[in-house]
């Protein structure tokens, strides 16, 4: 069991963590999410004091270790933790590495040592790799290899910092179902991670981290489908709804397809269905739409996801006159968006049910009064949508 | 190994073809020994002089000979083989000195100089030890009998090598301990024979030490850049080196009186007919084989490796210790080792070796007996060890800090993920760098003939102002550095391979490997 107290940590130029209080319960699966800079990783690091915190109190399993009688490095062998650069020890190879700290630290012979690293091995599958340096590892293989040195130590807590970030996508799932199975083996465990759909199917309670402490906890379902706070309801939006406009034909291609990737990782996607989400974006968005529009380019892109039917729906509002995109005589592009996508459907927005163009009908007419508008001022913020393309891919 | 062979062989290769192409140049320049006959002085006057830097004759040869030009030379033996290769027409020097290089150097006549003489003394400190000893020379002096003082002259000055050993050891019973500092490189005053210091001043010393009750310790070193300055700074209490009683020493030194006034000549080389070929072995003879001269050759390859192993070993202990304290987890103990590394890399980053040795030795140490081999093994300590503490801070530092963490998640405390995980890592980074410095460290220790330690480059240094011979000495000490330096690589480099924990899966793996070539072959 873990017990937090007035946990705080300061920094020269910031502080990551005001006021944490929270208890961790033997056998605990905890998810910890939050937007980038709410503290997650310093949390999880002062829980085994690779970061001193300023004030505050830690017990683990009954010792305060925030106490400088404490023995740190005992409470540290009884709890592991996984980093997200994996941090093997260069100098030696696959099997040296796991046996290194039960032979140094717990005092057990070699020979047992060695055995018991080759078990551990096996159940990450990479006893054929036990000869090998890590250099010589992918980088799914090398957190394997550190997820098993970690269990050497037979801790009862084992702390998780983003341990699939530095992944290829490719190998994200092999070192997450290494973890999986870790969680049902009743071991308590701490995951900062930004892979939702992982995050919500392992852990048994979810923190959500922001304002410099636990903003909001619960479990998965609570904290994915129902959360209460403001921030957090946002942030649950933001991974569900991927939005963002494009105001000129000279915009950040690549930086969009990396947002919706990355959007597509968050929830889970498949590579395939994020690769299907890019290919549709271009082909339909760019090659047909938009090259579609006049001078005024305004076109607005949302993407949702949907993790029970486990479908993106893509939404292509722009203005401009009436345009169904299917018509379009780019027949390659439109072939390629169809291939990739569930539906295409069209439909026409009626105009009085946009806000815009009820300030853009007004303008003129106000500016009329004045001065004569020149057509070319006419700026994209006063182009209603007037078009909508609803894409569901799968 | 077959490699290593391989090596080998290119390597004798080499250094075969080297000496050949020095021989081409030796051979070149001695051809061209000149064949002038004496007509005068007045030949000299836009002739071009050789002198030793700092020497008496640097003023007189401009003084008499304005127009002539003027080079500069480290010791008088270097002058002479300008002299014999025809770079300089013409050195001044005086009439012993003279006559005993005359001696082995047939092709060498000369001119008197008579405008010119000079006289030659004892140095002494110029402080109220420095009078009493000097008084007690002076006394000595005026007290000696003429016949016998004539008789030494004769002996030392003559014609013929007086093949002949002043036991100065016999002196180690005297109460009293005088330091003296010698200049080998006076023939006839001082000079080496045999290995061990003779001459006419050695034997005057001896005698004298005899009557006052003497013992004396002595360091060889050039008087000008060793023997003066370490009288002034109290390392010496008495200075044999043939020395000239000028104005501006007497300022700086107490001298006794002057035991000879001598004339000055212009010693010209006229040819000695030997070509190069002809006179290679008997040059190899003077070299090598010569009084034994070889062992002086092993002697300062002893000097040189003594120095070195020293300092590395030192340097390695201080540079290691200085930064385990600088991360002592007492803050102030690495406060202080911090501030101090700080203060010290800098000063040896910033001075050159040469000069922290001097200091060390003429100011530091300089009123202490301490021995000019103990302060050049100080300096490199020190120098070594500002390297291998910069170096160890750098790679140590170039350790990704997760490692650092991984070790602390797992338990480890701060010592044991040090020298376990954390030092590992760095010494592979740091090995190249510290066997490259080595190298380096005993290039540099060649400069320690500067502190009046005889190394392997001061004891051809030494040959070479007893045979006047270039070739063989400088050769053959270039040759053994070469191979110093070449065993140590490849035995830093043996170790370091032996050392990498990859290499024994290799290993392991080749046996694996020819198996696996071998089914195939069964199968068929």
């Not at chain 1, 009626?350 to 700026?379: G, H, I, R, V, W």
């Not at chain 2, 004298?208 to 209490?237: D, H, R, W």
């Not at chain 2, 040896?348 to 200091?359: E, K, Y």
């Not at chain 2, 170790?495 to 694996?512: G, M």
Request: with cysteine; aromatic share 10%.
């Amino acid at each position: 069991m873990i017990r937090i107290e007035h946990l705080r940590k300061e920094y020269a130029n910031a502080t990551p963590l005001q006021d944490v209080n929270v208890t961790i319960n033997d056998g605990d699966v905890i998810s910890v999410i939050g937007p980038s800079g709410t503290g997650k990783s310093t949390f999880i690091r002062c829980l085994n004091l690779l970061e001193t915190p300023t004030s505050g109190n830690i017990w683990v399993d009954g010792v305060c270790i925030t106490d400088k009688k404490c023995d740190i490095n005992k409470v540290r062998q009884k709890m592991g933790m996984v980093f997200q650069s994996f941090n093997l020890f260069n100098h030696m190879n696959v099997i040296g590495n796991i046996i290194a700290a039960p032979v140094d630290l717990l005092k057990i012979p070699k020979a047992e040592a060695y055995e018991e690293g080759m078990r551990l091995l096996r159940t990450v599958g990479l006893a054929d790799k036990a000869q090998n340096f890590p250099e010589e590892l992918s980088g799914g293989q090398k957190q394997r290899v550190a997820i098993a040195r970690t269990l050497a130590m037979k801790p009862n807590i084992i702390l998780f910092d983003e341990p699939t970030s530095a992944l290829d996508p490719t190998m994200v799932g092999e070192v997450q179902a290494v973890i999986r199975d870790l969680a049902s083996q009743g071991l308590t465990m701490i995951i900062v991670t930004h892979e939702m759909r992982f995050a919500r199917e392992i852990a048994n309670r979810v923190f959500f981290m922001d304002e410099g402490g636990i903003y909001e906890e619960g479990t998965p379902d609570e904290i994915f489908q129902n959360p209460k706070r403001e921030k957090t309801i946002a942030f649950i939006r933001h991974i569900n709804t991927f939005t963002t406009e494009i105001l000129s034909r000279d915009f950040d291609f690549i930086g969009l397809n990396t947002g919706l990737e990355e959007f597509g990782r968050r929830n889970g996607m498949s590579q395939k269905a994020i690769y299907r989400l890019q290919s549709v974006f271009e082909e339909l968005g760019v090659q047909i739409i938009l090259s579609a529009l006049g001078e005024n380019v305004k076109m607005n892109l949302s993407v949702d996801y949907s993790q029970t039917e486990e479908r993106a729906t893509m939404r292509i509002k722009y203005g401009g006159d009436p345009f169904d995109p299917k018509d379009s005589d780019n027949i390659l592009s439109l072939k390629l968006a169809e291939n990739a996508s569930e539906s295409i459907v069209y439909e026409r927005l009626a105009p009085a049910a946009d806000e815009a163009l009820t300030t853009a009908a007004k303008t003129p007419a106000a500016e009329a009064l004045t001065t004569a508008p020149a057509p070319a001022e006419t700026s994209a913020a006063e182009i209603p949508f007037t078009n909508l393309v609803t894409i569901t891919i799968k | 190994m077959h490699n290593s062979a391989k090596k080998f062989n290119i390597l004798c290769l080499i250094v075969a073809l080297a000496l050949f192409v020095l021989c081409l140049f030796g051979c070149a320049a001695n051809a061209d020994g000149g064949s002038q006959t004496a007509e005068g002085l007045s030949r000299f006057d836009n002739a071009r002089l050789g002198v030793v830097t700092g020497s008496l004759y640097g003023g007189y040869s401009e003084e008499r000979f304005p127009n002539a030009s003027i080079s500069d030379y480290e010791n008088f033996s270097d002058v002479l083989m300008a002299l014999k290769q025809g770079k300089i027409d013409g050195c001044m020097l005086d009439r012993p000195n003279f006559n005993a290089v005359k001696r082995t150097e047939k092709g060498l006549n000369c001119l008197t100089v008579p405008e010119y003489s000079v006289n030659v003394g004892f140095g002494f400190q110029k402080n109220d030890e420095g009078n009493v000893l000097q008084s007690q020379m002076n006394e000595f002096l005026e007290n000696f009998d003429g016949e016998q003082l004539q008789a030494m002259k004769d002996k030392w000055y003559g014609e013929t090598e007086p093949a002949e050993n002043v036991p100065l050891e016999n002196l180690a019973g005297n109460p009293t301990t005088l330091r003296v500092s010698i200049d080998m490189s006076r023939k006839p005053y001082v000079y080496m024979y045999n290995g061990k210091p003779v001459g006419f001043e050695i034997e005057f010393l001896y005698l004298f030490c005899q009557k006052y009750g003497y013992n004396v310790t002595y360091e060889n070193g050039s008087f000008a850049t060793s023997g003066i300055a370490g009288l002034k700074g109290g390392k010496y209490q008495m200075l044999c080196a043939g020395l000239y009683m000028t104005e501006e020493r007497q300022k700086e030194i107490n001298f006794s009186h002057s035991y000879m006034s001598a004339e000055v000549v212009m010693a010209i080389y006229e040819g000695g007919g030997s070509n190069f070929f002809t006179s290679f072995g008997e040059n190899f003879q003077n070299t090598f084989v010569r009084e034994g001269r070889w062992k002086l050759i092993l002697e300062g390859l002893g000097t040189t490796l003594l120095i070195s192993l020293s300092a590395v070993l030192g340097g390695t202990v201080l540079g290691f210790l200085l930064y385990l304290a600088s991360r002592s987890k007492y803050k102030a103990v690495s406060a202080i080792a911090r501030g101090f590394a700080k203060v010290y890399s800098k000063l040896m980053a910033g001075m050159p070796i040469l000069v922290i040795l001097m200091i060390l030795y003429y100011v530091v140490f300089g009123s202490s007996d301490i021995s000019g081999v103990a302060v050049a093994i100080m300096g490199f300590i020190l120098t070594f060890g500002s390297f291998v503490y910069n170096q160890l801070a750098l790679t140590v530092n170039g350790v990704d800090k997760g490692q650092t963490e991984a070790a602390y998640a797992l338990g480890y405390g701060r010592n044991r993920t040090f020298f376990k995980i954390v030092l590992p890592q760095a010494m592979r980074m740091f090995a190249p760098a510290y066997s490259s410095e080595i190298v380096g460290l005993v290039k540099s220790t060649s400069i320690v003939g500067y502190i009046a330690v005889n190394d392997l480059t001061k004891m051809g240094d030494i040959i070479r102002s007893n045979t006047f011979e270039a070739f063989f000495p400088l050769i053959a000490v270039a040759i053994i550095y070469f191979f110093i330096i070449w065993g140590i690589t490849a035995l830093l480099g043996f170790i370091q391979r032996r050392s990498d924990p990859r290499r024994q899966k290799r290993q392991k793996r080749k046996p694996a490997r020819k198996r696996h070539e071998e089914t195939p072959v069964k199968e068929v």
